[in-house]
């Protein structure tokens, strides 16, 4: 038996009935085409589908749609008002931190979260807040000279 | 207690498939309508950036800025065989197919401006995507206008390419040979490590690295290549093992076969020699095996200059490294001669 939930995607405010069974990472691709978000393991051990539940980050695929009931969810599709590109987002394209780019949104979803609860991140912080997100391309070098140029740019506000 | 050490180590490697192999890449070029210019290739780009780096060959050969260049990508349908993005060879292998195309346009662009202007092509010049003669400047034509007047002829202004390297088997019997790469591409990297004698936990801090690829064609891009390839050797050196028993994988998921994180990146410095020594596109090489190789041997010295005990079974892990430093005690214990 399908439920029906009502939640606020990227600011928009939605309501679908869903399988109880069905994990937040298919909603969000299958039934609202936000396929920004990636599937990786499938299992919680990779990050590539990083999506921000409430301000924090969660792996998407572990997560079951029921839960996000009258919550607030951001994907990567969410952070650009369609002409302009987040800081973030920016910065990671000027310093080339994107190699296959798959891991990229879940990455730049768990630095969204960091800047959102520290906006002041240290090297440390910024490497412990990605811990959860591999990437096999870049060696994260990139990745994180990118999170803290956005920092320095304001862009954790 | 944590101890310090630094580890070095030198690669070279041949890429391509070499050893007579037949190893090539077809990529054609022409003025494409709405003021683009097509490039087709089937190399597949898989984030290594091979497509950034032959837009940037066909824009500076044609002198037009790489927004202009449009690049179709593999399609059997419409493109010819650019072989696989392996062996470290695309950039060379297409990067040279690319670059020959792109010459050969520009050979043609020549050809038939130099009928419209009743010039010779010594006379005439290119800038953005124009031509005209020296002695006037001003009367230019674009080279979509000179693909028109072409068309109108029933030409049309492209041009294909092959680069189809010789190379030759190794000797069966003194594994000699001529040329058996088309070349060479060489890295040196020393390796910082900390090793924790109580964990057994080796930390990378930081590693430098020279590489001779001939020429950077992108410089970020090759950078990255590097760092992520040296990434994947601190892997191999340190947590990545796949175990098989009874020809059933023990650990086929990331929770049981560790990689790197960014917890496990060290700090960089790279440096880009830039030797021109080959055939390549500008002179430039492959770096995307090269970049993972030299970490490896580097951190096991780096561990052995650290805590004085070589291992020699991949990865060295804490386990692996208490094991032979307890060994090692019990061995002084008894006064048996260290043997490393």
Sequence with gaps: ?157 | MKKNGRGIATIMFGFGYGAGFPDHSIASAEIEDEGKILIRTAAADVGQGVLTTITQIAAEVLKVKPEIIQIIPGDTHLIKNSGSSSATRQTFFTGNAVKEASEGLLSNIYHYASIEFRSNHVELGIKDGYIFRNDNPNNKLSYWELAEKVKESGDSLKAEASFFPRTDKPDPNTGQGEKIYVAYTFVTQVVEVEVDTDTGIVQVLKVYTSADIGKAINPQNVEGQIEGGTVQGIGMALMEEQVIKEGITLNPDLTGYLIPTSMDTPRFATRLVENEDSEGPFGAKGVGEPATIATTPAIANAIYDAIGVRIFDLPITPEKILKALKKRETENKIGKKEDF
């Design chain 1, 1 to 157: 038996m399908k439920h029906k939930i009502r939640f606020t995607i990227n600011g928009e405010v939605k309501e679908i009935e869903v399988q109880p069974n069905k994990t937040l990472l298919k909603m969000l691709r299958e039934d609202l085409d936000l396929i920004g978000v990636k599937e990786g393991c499938g299992a919680g051990e990779c990050g590539a589908c990083t999506v921000l539940v409430n301000n924090k980050p969660v792996n998407s695929c572990l997560m079951l749609a029921v839960e996000v009931d009258g919550k607030e969810i951001l994907t990567i599709e969410g952070l650009s008002d369609g002409i302009n590109l987040d800081p973030l987002q920016e910065s990671f394209l000027k310093h080339n931190a994107i190699q296959c780019g798959y891991c990229t949104p879940g990455m730049v979803m768990s630095a969204k979260a960091l800047l959102n609860r520290n906006s002041h991140p240290k090297e440390e912080d910024v490497k412990e807040a990605l811990a959860g997100n591999l990437c096999r391309c870049t060696g994260y070098k990139r990745i994180v000279d990118a999170v803290l140029d956005a920092v320095k740019k304001g862009g954790g506000k």
